[in-house]
Every structure is written in structure tokens, then in C-alpha cells.
């Protein structure tokens, strides 16, 4: 939201469609806000579900609603909850797999649930009796899994892609762990996205190469013949605009009514919404880097932010696309989706989370915008909560506030969060006694007894972290920290930075074209030591070189010979590899680096006046 109570309509068209049914297609649009103060939620324009709509449109319920909120965790965890007349309850625990869980599926009816992983297995959950009914010993590594049969049906059909090639198998989900089908056909890269469309009994699946593929789940496994208006060649829709852009899809979301679908990918960060029938791109909504710095510079942004909140968030977006300890991108957990109309897409974004009214272009909210998390995955509960009780002619008629409080609905937003192991909801009602954190689990027996086992930790924050800001004199530099390749030079540069041992410390050698260097409390370069009162060993690893500026290096008189001293590289200096230990990279704030780097210096390289390190705070 803005505070410009005129912002223009942007790529507004018509509704109407093409005699062929197919839609225009839109140009690249990155949507104005909608009417209404930006210190507000309310009155900001239409929503998902209108709080004045709830008496008069009455929805029935949509096929394949269980009331059940499944959630996994990537060490292999899964828990189910209950939606209740306000909020939810935990209902199951299950401990699913050793090793992380690489996708999850649920059937279109909602009564069937997979999970798939790294320990090469499938298990299935029937939802309505929270119960694991079947484990699939796979001979190959999944990458992602899709339910792929109509409600109804008696034989649940579970797609399941193999992580080495572009090969997808199909098994009965309660059957034993022989493939009823191999499809080699469809793809020839690795498939990470299944999406099942059960209105056209058709599957959209996206490869690692950024390939977008119709098929049906029945043979020949080739594009449907037998859906009216349909695409009939690849070179008429929009499908390789992934490709195009060297870019791959994150997510494949398809509408209630399966006449659209919603896409977010990786690295050009752009929502794209395809027609089914056409494939043709109907909106497109530029969430990239550059596009945000632009509107936060110009003060067009949704949500302005200070030039400081925006940097440490700027930070948090760059890490999303650099591997993590596990070697894969987080990223790639990101996600949009649709309301149960059909014309609202929601998604998280750096400034919180948006919903879009597709219909007029406008964000007509923004979540969580004032919130330090930076939400990843989301989804969306409309429904009515059954009840238990029956409700009589009288009561109905009745003006009972309480029966009519019950009779409201409770939507609810469901989402995760980045580097955060709990999941946040965002609802109508205040949480309950004014405290947000809820924790309605009681530790099982095993958890209370290893507790107890473990002897007592020393107290204190842990000297491992991924991620610090540097606030200088010049400003801030954010940066990204390697405690998986530099475990020891993390740790000294973390119990440093927490004990304010750099607090005052002066960047006392500056090269142009070259580096700039600090950490020592003397300021002469010849100081400095370790947390532990001693050098300590370099770290070296095949990963991490001296070939791209930015890069943060520990400062040493020769071998072995690390203390507190370290610099950041303007530029590529390949000749330091191996010779001095990479911890960290800068990932936002280069133009401090640059300022820092220009200064004058006299004939030691030392700036003729002082820059110094305020403190550094430490993620």
C-alpha cells in the first residue's frame, strides 16, 4: 500500500474474452497499489473474501477441503493440524523420514498424502484418520511427487520424478513399490514441479532446464487431445518464456477452476499467470532486485522502507538465491497462489506478503509488511470450519450474537518463513492474551528424556552464524559468512564482533583496485588476536577462491598465523588462494566498500582520516 490516493491502473484490460478463448497476453507490469493509508489494513479495496460477503454469498464447500494443515519441516518431520472454529489444533506427529523431505502432494480430494525424500522412499498418509497407510521403496532419488487421479477414483495414482533424469514413474499409492508406468517421454531433465489439474485430468510438470510440459496420466502420456480449444503446438503459447529468460519455476499453481495458472521462478524473480487453454501469459509482475531498488529510490515502492531495514532485507533477498549448507537454493521453497475466486494472486515478496487483484492490477493488501521475517511458502484457507452441532430453524432466524460469531468464517494464511523453524498465520482475530507464540505441543516422552540427558550447554549465543552487517563510520556492509568451509574463522570473527572487540577499530590499510583491510585494535596493522589468546590454522576449501571482488578474506603474517585482522577484496586477486582464509562475502553495501576504498590514503596505505568500525551485529 501507498499513501498516493490517485495511483494509476496499471495494465488494466479487458475481461472479455477471444472468440478462440484464449486471453491477450499482458505486458510486464509491476502492479500500483491500491486506494487507502498505508498504516492500515482496512479499506484497502476488494479481498479474497470480503467481510461484508460473508452472509450473503454462501460458497459450497470445494471438493477435496479436509479442514487438515499438513506440515513438514526439512528434517524430515510432519505434523498434522486441525482447522478449528478459530484457529487451528495439533492433532498428529510423525517423524516421517531420516533424511530431508525433498517434496510433498496432496490428492484432489484432499484424503490422500505423500511425502518423498533423500532416504529414497515414498510414504503415504490417508489425512481424514491421520495415518501413515503405506511406505514405497524406491530404487532411485525422488525429486517430486504428484497425485494424479480424479476424487473419487479407487486406485490413487502417485507421479513420482527421478532425481538424476528426466524419468517419471507412476505407482499405486497403496499398492506395493513396482511402477505401474515409466514415462521417459515427457521430459529430459530432471522434473522438480507436478501440478495436477483434475477439471482436464492433465499434468503440468516443469524440468531443471526450465521446460513447461502438458500430459495426461493415461498412455500415449502426451498433450490431451479431447480438451476443447486447447493448444495444439508448443510455438503458439507463451511456454517458453522460462527458457527465454534462462530462468526456472519454483512453483506451478493451478486456479480453483483450472483456467489459469500462477508461476514464480528463479533468478529473474517474475510472477507469470498462463492461461491453461492458450498458454498464453495473461500478467506478469516484476518482483526482481533491480526493480525493487528502483522503486524504493523513486518512493513508488508499495511499502517504503528506511534505507537501513531495506538494506538488511535486500541482504536476507540475495541469500535466497546462494546455496545453502545443504548445497540447494532456498529460494526454491518460494511460491504464489490463488484466493478461491480465482482473481486474487498472493505471494511473499521482500516487503511482505502481497495479494494482487489480477482483475484491476492493484495490490489491494500487504501482510506482514512491518514483520523481520521474510516469508517463503504460502497457503491460503477460505472455508467455513464444519460444526459440530446442529443448528435449528430458530436459531438460524434467530439475532444470537454468539450463534452468529460462530457462523462466521475464519480465513486463514498460512506461511513459513526464511531460517525459521515454526510457521505463522495471519487471521482476522488478535491471538489470544496478546501473545502471538503458541506452543500447543507437549514434548513427547523421548524428547523430555533426551532433554534430560543432555547436560547442561554454557550459556550464551552460540559463535556459529550465517550472516552479520558491519556498521561503519561510511555506513553499513552486510555479508554473508561460510561457517560450513570456515568453522574456526567464523567462530572468531563471530565471538569478536558479539564481544564488541571491533567496536572503535579503524580500517588501517587501504589499496585501491585491491582491498580494504581493519580488525586490528592497534591500528597499525601489527596487533590483534584470536578468541582464543592464540593463532589458529587457515581453512581452505575447493568452494570458496579469490575470484570475484567482495570477498572476505582473514588478514595473516604467513601460514597459520590468524588473529582478529581482515579485509575485503575490490576486486578478483586469485593469487591469495590458498594462502589466506575465505569466511565470507560481502552480499549488500558494495558502495561503502567503494567509499572506503577511495579514500585518501598517505604513503602506508592509511587513510588520512580515521574510518572506523561502530560495532557489528551478527544473524
Not at 511427487?145 to 499409492?173: F, M, N, P
Amino acid at each position: 500500500m501507498t499513501d498516493d490516493a490517485d495511483a494509476p491502473i496499471l495494465g488494466k484490460r479487458s475481461r472479455e474474452a477471444n472468440p478462440n478463448g484464449e486471453d491477450e497476453p499482458m505486458e510486464d507490469r509491476n502492479p500500483p497499489a491500491g486506494d487507502g493509508d498505508s498504516d492500515s489494513d482496512d479499506d484497502v479495496g476488494p479481498m479474497p473474501m470480503p467481510a461484508s460477503a460473508q452472509g450473503a454469498a454462501t460458497r459450497k464447500k470445494r471438493k477435496g477441503t479436509t479442514e487438515f494443515l499438513i506440515t513438514t519441516s526439512v528434517d524430515g518431520h510432519l505434523k498434522l493440524w486441525k482447522k478449528q472454529d478459530q484457529g487451528i489444533e495439533f492433532v498428529k506427529h510423525y517423524r516421517a523420514h531420516l533424511t530431508p523431505i525433498a517434496a510433498v502432494s496432496a490428492s484432489a480430494d484432499g484424503l490422500l498424502f505423500a511425502t518423498v525424500s533423500e532416504d529414497q522412499t515414498a510414504k503415504v498418509y490417508d489425512v481424514v484418520n491421520f495415518d501413515m497407510i503405506n511406505i514405497i521403496k524406491l530404487d532411485y532419488t525422488p525429486l517430486a511427487c504428484c497425485w494424479v487421479h480424479r476424487s473419487g477414483e479407487g486406485q490413487g495414482i502417485l507421479a513420482i520424478s527421478d532425481a538424476s533424469s528426466g524419468v517419471i514413474r507412476l505407482y499405486d499409492g497403496r499398492g506395493q513399490g513396482t511402477p505401474l508406468q515409466t514415462i521417459d517421454s515427457v521430459h529430459r531433465f530432471p522434473v522438480h514441479i507436478m501440478t495436477y489439474s483434475e477439471r482436464y485430468h492433465t499434468v503440468i510438470s516443469a524440468d531443471e532446464s526450465g521446460f513447461i510440459e502438458y500430459w495426461q496420466p493415461v498412455e500415449p502420456f502426451g498433450l490431451p487431445k479431447n480438451i476443447p480449444n486447447l493448444w495444439q503446438y508448443k510455438s503458439e503459447t507463451d511456454l517458453y518464456e522460462f527458457k527465454k529468460s534462462k530462468s526456472t519455476p519454483t512453483c506451478i499453481t493451478l486456479s480453483p477452476t483450472s483456467s489459469s495458472f500462477v508461476t514464480f521462478s528463479l533468478p529473474d524473480r517474475q510472477i507469470r499467470i498462463f492461461s491453461f487453454l492458450s498458454g498464453k501469459l495473461t500478467r506478469k509482475y516484476d518482483e526482481s532486485l533491480d526493480a525493487i531498488q528502483q522503486m524504493q529510490q523513486a518512493g513508488t515502492a508499495v511499502s517504503k522502507l528506511d534505507d537501513m531495514e531495506f538494506g538488511r532485507r535486500l541482504a536476507i533477498e540475495r541469500e535466497l538465491e546462494l546455496p545453502g549448507p545443504d548445497n540447494k537454493i532456498p529460494g526454491r521453497w518460494i511460491n504464489a497462489i490463488f484466493d478461491e475466486s480465482g482473481a486474487f494472486v498472493i505471494y511473499p515478496t521482500l516487503s511482505g506478503i502481497k495479494v494482487i487483484n489480477t482483475v484491476n492490477n492493484r495490490v489491494v493488501r500487504l501482510l506482514g509488511k512491518d514483520e523481520v521475517v521474510r516469508f517463503l511458502n504460502v497457503t491460503l484457507y477460505q472455508g467455513a470450519p464444519s460444526k459440530k452441532s446442529l443448528v435449528t430453524a430458530a436459531m438460524a432466524a434467530s439475532s444470537n450474537p454468539i450463534l452468529s460469531e460462530r457462523a462466521l468464517r475464519d480465513p486463514t494464511l498460512t506461511c513459513t518463513g526464511f531460517k525459521r523453524n515454526r510457521f505463522f498465520l495471519f487471521t482476522r482475530s488478535e491471538p489470544e492474551g496478546g501473545d502471538r507464540d503458541v506452543f500447543n505441543e507437549r514434548p513427547s516422552r523421548e524428547e523430555q528424556t533426551v532433554a534430560a540427558a543432555v547436560p547442561n550447554a554454557p550459556a550464551g549465543p552460540s559463535n556459529i552464524a550465517n550472516s552479520a552487517t558491519i556498521h561503519t563510520t561510511e555506513g553499513d556492509i552486510h555479508i554473508r559468512l561460510f561457517p560450513q568451509q570456515a568453522p574456526k574463522a567464523v567462530e572468531n570473527f563471530v565471538g569478536h564482533s558479539r564481544s564488541g572487540y571491533f567496536e572503535g577499530v579503524i580500517f588501517h590499510r587501504v589499496i585501491p583496485k585491491f582491498m580494504i583491510q581493519t580488525g586490528d585494535p592497534l591500528g597499525d596493522g601489527t596487533g590483534g588476536t584470536s578468541i582464543w589468546g592464540k593463532e589458529f590454522e587457515d581453512e581452505f576449501s575447493d568452494e570458496l577462491k579469490h575470484d570475484r571482488p567482495y570477498t572476505v578474506s582473514m588478514a595473516n603474517a604467513g601460514p597459520g598465523t590468524n588473529g582478529s585482522q581482515f579485509f575485503v577484496t575490490t576486486t578478483a586477486t586469485p593469487w591469495l588462494d590458498k594462502k589466506h582464509t575465505i569466511f565470507g562475502r560481502v552480499l549488500s553495501g558494495l558502495e561503502v566498500v567503494h567509499a572506503i576504498e577511495n579514500t585518501r590514503t598517505n604513503k602506508f596505505d592509511k587513510p588520512f582520516e580515521d574510518i572506523k568500525i561502530i560495532n557489528i551485529d551478527v544473524e
